[in-house]
């Protein structure tokens, strides 16, 4: 593949992947940010990645423990699967890292990380949804698999964008 089609397969792929609108291509908006307004803590999610990037040294507990790192560092409180029943915020920080190998070894990738909370609907607290309430913008490129693990320190960054919001909102 030249390096053009490379970058359309990156592209291709998050188009497919998710369901994103030009809106999303943005920084968090004020909206977004007072979301996170007297938030307890979030759970950390981390999903699943591939076998293919998994052999190259790319793993999700990698992820995972990088992203709690800097939620900890920050001062936000880490919430337990457990802690959820027992806390009025319902928050879970999720990243996704989603790859597609080429012919030539390297790989188009995808990375978005955003907040899903316990929302209620105006016609009542019984009925509530769970809704993306904040975003950082999607990170999508090609990258060598001897480099996969720069994946890593991206999905850090854009926790600690994450963290500053949060911090913005909730001053310890």
């Known amino acids: 593949m030249t390096a053009s089609s ?11 992947c998710l369901p994103i609108s030009l809106s999303e291509a943005q920084a968090a908006s004020r909206e977004e940010r007072e979301s996170l307004k ?4 979030v759970q950390v999610v981390i999903e699943d990645i591939e076998e293919d990037p998994r052999a190259q040294g790319l ?11 800097v939620i900890r560092s920050s ?14 915020s319902r928050a879970w920080f999720h990243v996704q ?8 070894g390297r ?19 019984s009925h509530s949804i769970y809704a ?12 060598r ?14 926790t600690k964008e994450f963290a500053t919001d949060f911090l913005a909102q909730n001053p310890r």
Not at 97 to 104: E, Y
């Open 59 to 69: 793993s999700s507990d990698r992820i995972h423990t990088a992203v709690e790192r």
């Open 75 to 88: 001062g936000i409180p880490l919430l337990r699967k457990e802690d959820q029943d027992t806390t009025t």
């Open 132 to 143: 993306t309430t904040w975003e950082s913008p999607i990170v999508i490129g090609i990258i």
């Open 97 to 104: 890292v989603g790859t597609l190998k080429d012919l030539s």
């Open 145 to 158: 698999g001897s480099n996969l693990q720069q994946l890593v320190v991206t999905a850090e960054e854009k």
């Open 38 to 41: 007297g938030l307890q803590g």
């Open 6 to 16: 490379g970058t359309l397969v990156a592209v291709t792929m998050a188009l497919i």
């Open 107 to 125: 790989y188009a990738y995808m990375i978005r990380v955003f907040l899903q909370q316990k929302v209620f609907l105006e016609d009542g607290p």
